[in-house]
């Protein structure tokens, strides 16, 4: 059982360039986050999604987009990569019941 | 919208003692749901315990309890017999049960260390 899977791990970007963060879950759950880490911070929410065609904004969306096409994956996209989206980001996903959220390894990215 | 505020950014304890981390929230909503995660330097997110604020009770699993005070708003972790392993970032977090609008917040985090 794979869980969330987040790829990168880590990546590089200059000023300007854009990405995309993936995540992919296997657990067949509704609810997907996507969190930014910053040093010696908390986790802030940018994007999440309730299900499949369903996405909401966050606490701190400006500069990200994300959409939901199928229930595993939960896709993140940095278009103008600005030095302050240099960060960690967690993908997690949780079932909708309160349980428990499973969250990815995290990617480390730098914005140089 | 609901805030986390955990008050202590740093804690170190020795080893074998017993440690308590402060959280606070707030929410205007009845039914919600509490969690303390771990994070070790590996990053990886952890639950170590969960409360739902329906049940008086205060939730523990081994070593780990909490003090849940639903009309003050507080949700307190105590670590007792503190293992080097405890070392870690603890994050206080909390969703609203309210279908289609659950959000996980998340506090600051409790910097932890546990020395030997």
């Known amino acids: 059982n794979a869980g969330v899977t987040q790829t990168p791990k880590f990546r590089i970007l200059k000023i300007g360039q854009s990405m995309t963060l993936q995540c992919t879950q296997d657990m067949n759950h509704n609810y997907m986050y996507w969190y930014r880490q910053d040093p010696g911070m908390g986790l802030k929410l940018i994007y999440y999604?309730?299900?499949?065609?369903?996405?909401d904004k966050g606490e701190v969306p400006n500069g990200y987009n994300v959409s939901r096409s199928t229930t595993e994956d939960f896709p993140l996209r940095l278009e103008l990569a600005a030095p302050s989206q240099t960060s960690v980001y967690f993908c997690a996903s949780e079932s909708g019941m309160n349980t428990e959220a499973f969250f990815g390894q995290g990617t480390r990215l730098t914005v140089v | 919208a609901q805030t986390v505020t955990q008050s202590q950014p740093e804690m170190s304890v020795q080893e074998a003692e017993t440690v308590t981390l402060s959280c606070t929230y707030d929410t205007s909503e009845n039914n919600y749901y509490l969690f303390w995660y771990k994070q070790p330097p590996s990053r990886q997110m952890i639950l170590v315990i969960r409360q739902e604020a329906y049940k008086q009770q205060n939730a523990t699993e081994n070593r780990f309890s909490v003090n849940f005070q639903k009309a003050a708003k507080s949700f307190s972790l105590k670590i007792s017999d503190s293992q080097l392993g405890d070392t870690a970032m603890y994050f206080c977090a909390l969703v609203i049960s309210n279908f289609g609008n659950e959000k996980l917040t998340f506090g600051t985090g409790t910097r932890l260390t546990i020395i030997p």
């Open positions: 999604s309730v299900g499949a065609g369903i996405t």
